[in-house]
């Protein structure tokens, strides 16, 4: 069974569009994230949500909007979409509502959404 | 702002060799230090997670030390096999996120 799966693996489309990712976790996890991993292969978070309730929302353009229906989704909807965000998007969770950062917590990520923005 | 690095950027050797992969970062004040593998077209597997406090880790053939002071870690891969190859990620813990570095490219020839 897949611990943190995304949908979908790969996506094109043309700039301006509109389009969502989809992420599911089966873990019973508390807390989902959205990472950004850019062509240089930095990855960087971008939101997290704890028990549906935004966390963190580093300075990301407000075309990306998150949306957490319950703890187990949270999808990632993007707007007018540019040249720019042509990135890989990862999904993650983890138990507790720290990022990763407590002593013995550890984030589980998804395969990866390969967007490219033509 | 914390800045993390990885060298060498990629790195190839022969099935056997043991080897070390460099981690390093700019502000020491961390919660923790963790060591991801990436593997093509998949998500990271966390491997091993060194807290503030601690110096190293080991899991099997891989051992994490971390020197907080001089803002350094190395992840020591012994007996390296084909199966090792992926591109091994970097990341520090403070706040409430994590930091990651660009990563390191390791592929083992058999």
């Known amino acids: 069974d897949t611990a943190v799966s995304q949908t979908p693996k790969y996506l094109v489309t043309q700039m301006g569009n509109d389009k969502s990712i989809k992420c599911e976790q089966n873990?019973?996890?508390?807390?989902m994230y959205w990472y950004k991993q850019d062509s240089k292969k930095f990855l960087k978070i971008m939101f997290s949500?704890?028990?549906?309730?935004?966390?963190i929302n580093e300075t990301v353009p407000n075309r990306f909007s998150p949306k957490s229906p319950d703890k187990a989704h949270l999808n990632l909807h993007i707007n007018s979409l540019e040249l720019g965000d042509s990135a890989v998007y990862f999904c993650?969770?983890?138990?507790?509502?720290?990022?990763?950062?407590?002593?013995?917590?550890?984030?589980?990520f998804g395969s990866g959404t390969q967007l490219s923005v033509l | 702002k914390q800045e993390v690095t990885q060298i060498p950027a990629a790195l190839s050797v022969p099935e056997g060799e043991n080897l070390v992969l460099n981690c390093s970062f700019t502000d020491s004040a961390i919660y923790n230090l963790q060591w991801f593998r990436q593997d093509p077209g998949k998500g990271l597997t966390s491997l091993l997670l060194?807290?503030?406090?601690?110096r190293e880790q080991t899991s099997g053939r891989l051992n994490a030390s971390l020197d907080k002071s001089s803002g350094r870690s190395t992840l020591y891969i012994a007996a390296s096999q084909p199966g090792d190859s992926a591109t091994y990620l970097c990341a520090v813990g403070r706040g409430n996120k994590l930091v990651f570095g660009a990563g390191t490219i390791l592929r083992v020839k058999s």
């Open positions: 873990l019973g996890h508390d807390t």
């Open positions: 949500y704890n028990n549906k309730e935004l966390i």
């Open positions: 993650a969770s983890s138990q507790a509502g720290t990022g990763g950062t407590t002593t013995n917590e550890k984030l589980f």
């Open positions: 060194i807290q503030s406090s601690q």
